[in-house]
């Protein structure tokens, strides 16, 4: 039974598409994630989300929002996709407090913009 | 500001040990992890090491930090053509934010 699932795997579409990726954790965390992996295989932050706070980095554009029904899904929604976009976005879970926040990763999305 | 830094590329002969170095700025971080991505995969939790810890032990893996000088390292002992893959250094700042993940470090295992 898989931890933390996103959806779909790959995805292509074309510039100027308005996309979404789901992410669902089944183990009870409290916060979410989503993360940007370049061509370089460099991982930057996107945002963190708990039932408190949405935590977004400043760096990301505006065209990206997450969106989360409940605290089991955290999904991400692209606004005017641009070649730049094309990417590996991973979701990903952690339980607050306690200091440990180790990660739990998805699998990831493989986003190709053409 | 938060940042950590690694090699990009190690190259070792199988059987051989591989060591991963990785420093890191933040001294607020309790827990410091290492990852490895398979090709086409997501990140896999190694082993994570917690601030107050010199050493960790784990079957092939040993973790050492050097808090006062902020370096992590990852030895990996016999190592074995399937430890390819990407390894990540990451530190939790203030132990309850995300973490901040270094550049990776690409292990090729030659047989």
């Known amino acids: 039974d898989t931890a933390v699932s996103q959806t779909p795997k790959y995805l292509v579409t074309q510039m100027g598409n308005d996309k979404s990726i789901k992410c669902e954790q089944n183990?009870?965390?409290?916060?979410m994630y989503w993360y940007k992996q370049d061509s370089k295989k460099f991982l930057k932050i996107m945002f963190s989300?708990?039932?408190?706070?949405?935590?977004i980095n400043e760096t990301v554009p505006n065209r990206f929002s997450p969106k989360s029904p409940d605290k089991a899904h955290l999904n991400l929604h692209i606004n005017s996709l641009e070649l730049g976009d094309s990417a590996v976005y991973f979701c990903?879970?952690?339980?607050?407090?306690?200091?440990?926040?180790?990660?739990?990763f998805g699998q990831g999305t493989r986003l190709t913009v053409v | 500001g938060e940042d950590v830094e690694q090699s990009l590329f190690l190259s070792v002969r199988e059987g051989d040990s591989s060591v991963i170095n990785c420093t890191y700025t933040?001294?607020?971080?309790?827990?410091l992890y290492w990852y490895k991505q398979e090709p086409g995969a997501g990140l896999q939790l190694l082993t994570y090491i917690f601030s107050n810890m010199d050493m960790k032990q784990d079957q092939r893996l040993t973790v050492l930090l050097n808090k006062k000088d902020k370096h992590l390292s990852l030895r990996i002992a016999d190592t074995q053509t399937g430890d390819s893959a990407i390894y990540f250094c990451?530190?939790?700042?203030?132990?309850?934010?995300?973490?901040?993940f270094g550049k990776g470090t690409r292990l090729s295992v030659i047989a």
């Open positions: 989300y708990n039932n408190k706070e949405l935590i």
């Open positions: 990903a879970s952690s339980q607050a407090g306690g200091g440990n926040t180790e990660a739990f």
């Open positions: 183990l009870g965390h409290d916060t």
């Open positions: 933040d001294s607020s971080s309790t827990y």
């Open positions: 990451a530190e939790s700042p203030l132990g309850n934010t995300p973490l901040v």
